[in-house]
């Protein structure tokens, strides 16, 4: 992944939001549940295009999700930086403490299905809030 072109692409995602909200273009206080429903809507079409395989509108389709969800963030005044921030250290500790558990039973990540990882992720995820009160 080409995080250089990510960010700039957030950058510029940020300041076309800001330019259109500008000329007036924008949700308003109120507006929430119409926010939500465009959110949904991209996310809808993002699953709908998983299906198709086809990767030309995948990367389409999580474009348009990706900017609703920037705009839904903004719109609720989220620093989205600390945001992301605070995601991924959440995310390396439930990690670290899944990959902790699952060594204590002797166990091993490496080809472990989806469902048979999901008790211990549901374990780490209580520790960090027990832990961290988040």
Known sequence: ???VKLMRQMRECV????????QGFKFHEGEEEALWGKVEEELHEVV????EHDKARLTDEF??????VIRAARFFDVDLGEALLQANV????????????VKEEGKSLNGMPLNEIAPYW????EWAE?????
């Open 130 to 134: 027990r832990s961290t009160g988040k």
């Open 90 to 101: 959440k995310f390396s500790l439930r990690v670290a403490h899944v990959c902790v558990l």
């Open 15 to 22: 300041h076309l939001q800001e330019d259109a909200e500008a």
């Open 48 to 51: 709908e295009a998983t299906f």
């Open 1 to 3: 992944m080409d995080t």
């Open 122 to 125: 549901q374990r780490a995820k």
């Open 63 to 68: 474009g348009d999700l990706l900017f609703m």
